[in-house]
């Protein structure tokens, strides 16, 4: 669903093909960062130090379109061996590479881009209008019938294993994070399958902890703030405020500053933030970790939308729900996929309109997909939910069933919308770094619809087909 025709924001870069050697000193900047490798801080966290990280064996993400001639796959580096104090990287499971023709000689050196730490995940082929797994298997779960999507391979069932133990220690041990009724949801949640398949270029379980983390307190301040978990849109406000200065630091008096840091610790959503964020930053760049600062604002902000029309007892016309859901959403997960990687995608690259319209377009199309399948799910909870069917339905005088099927080809036109946009953008700025980053974004747009698919124990599908 295209978006109002308004004057596009200008990027403070130059035109891409004018000023290439600009862009080229960034990327040779950002591959120096990506020598830093993890260790130090709290045990086990990558952080920007001098250690190379250790590389996957094959990353198994999805192609991004590149339109002209594809170019031929890039073997991955052989990785060195992980300094002792980390642990080692746990491989994942990978896609073969598609054989295609080459390129021209010229071409294909600047596609290329860099060798070495944190470049295996780069690969620059076309991606197929109808992909398929590399190896078809059974998948658990019910795909929704006319939903656009790409299937994805199983994540590596050692690497969940390991992403599911240390994510449930730290919640429990370092955050107390919940009680033990909770138990049987935090499992069924199934978070570390959701993490390890939506970054499948992460060159270590060190890596993925980080976006695990995050994703888990993200989901703590939803719940125990807005959702069943003794969430309430009275007072809403007050408590994202209070828990996003978890994220982005209160400087104020020494009196008052005291106060504020005891705070973080009195209750079960801010420890998590505050916990997560404090792994995240020493692994990330300045920008990186703004980056999510103000992506963070952004949820929270679409948070406070969805309460107001609760408190108002109003259903929103269908382009505001999508509005509220254009903040309200993933975004803070996929804009990070670098971080994740092991590498850093510039700040000027990142802040570009067409860059910003991409990672926009993908957290909308991943969210539009919670809402089609947590519909059943969120319609057995008591009171009423807000997802882009009940909405049309509602605003549009459609059955449940319409509403819902027009729902799906919402979803599509976005992904076909993100998926375009990608590819002008690839076009543009053909850089490593650039088409590495997008193809991070594919990996967790595939990655989300394949775990809320696989999620029977969270979600089921309506009887509309």
């Known amino acids: 669903m295209p978006a109002p025709d308004l004057t596009p924001p200008q990027s403070s870069l130059p035109e891409a093909v004018a000023h290439f050697g600009a862009y ?53 580096p052989t990785a060195p061996a992980p300094p002792s104090p980390a642990p080692p990287a746990v491989p994942a499971a990978g896609l073969p590479d598609v054989e295609v023709p080459p390129r021209s000689t010229d071409l294909d050196r600047l596609l290329r881009g860099p060798r070495g730490i944190g470049t295996s995940g780069l690969r620059l082929t076309l991606r197929e209008e109808t992909p398929v797994p590399a190896e078809p298997s059974v998948v658990e779960g019910t795909p929704i019938p006319g939903l656009y999507y790409h299937p994805v391979a199983e994540p590596d069932p050692v690497r969940v294993e390991e992403v599911s133990r240390r994510i449930k220690c730290w919640a429990l041990d370092e955050v107390s994070l919940y009680p033990d009724d909770w138990e049987e949801e935090f499992d069924g949640f199934s978070v570390g399958r ?54 982005d630091p209160l400087y104020t008096t020494g009196e008052y500053q005291s106060q504020w840091a005891r705070s973080l610790h009195s209750d079960a959503p801010r420890r998590a933030y505050r916990s997560a964020m404090e792994y995240f930053v020493r692994a990330a760049s300045d920008s990186q970790s703004d ?63 067409d860059m910003q319209k991409v ?107």
């Open 194 to 247: 959701y993490m390890v398949v939506c970054h499948p270029d992460a060159p270590s379980v060190d890596h993925l902890m980080l976006a695990t983390r995050l994703m888990v307190a993200e989901n703590a301040v939803d719940d125990c703030y807005c959702e069943d978990h003794g969430g309430s849109p009275i007072g809403l406000g007050e408590r994202l405020l209070l828990a996003h200065t978890a994220l």
């Open 24 to 76: 080229t000193l960034a990327d040779a900047a950002a591959r120096a960062r990506d020598i830093k490798a993890a260790t130090g801080a709290p045990p086990g966290v990558p952080s920007r130090s001098t250690a190379p990280a250790p590389a996957p064996a094959t990353a198994p993400v999805p192609s991004i379109a590149v339109p002209t001639a594809p170019a031929p796959p890039i073997p991955a």
């Open 291 to 353: 980056r999510y600062r103000h992506d963070m604002a952004r949820l929270h902000l679409g948070y406070l939308a969805e309460a107001a029309w609760a408190q108002q007892d109003r259903v929103p016309e269908v382009w505001e729900y999508l509005a509220m859901r254009q903040f309200n959403n993933f975004r803070p997960c996929p804009t990070i996929t670098d971080t994740v990687g092991g590498y850093e995608l510039p700040a000027d690259l990142h802040a570009r309109a």
């Open 359 to 465: 990672i926009a377009l993908a957290g909308n199309a991943t969210t539009i997909v919670n809402d089609l399948y947590s519909y059943t799910k969120e319609l057995d909870a008591p009171g009423r939910h807000l997802n882009l069917p009940v909405v049309i339905a509602e605003r549009e005088d459609l059955s449940d069933r319409e509403a819902y099927l027009k729902s799906v080809e919402v979803h599509n036109d976005l992904m076909h919308d993100f998926e375009s946009a990608a590819e002008a953008l690839a076009t543009d700025c053909p850089l490593p770094n650039v088409q590495r980053f997008l193809r991070g974004v594919a990996a967790w747009v595939d990655g989300n619809h394949h775990w809320h698919q696989t999620n029977t124990y969270r979600y089921s599908l309506p009887d509309f087909w």
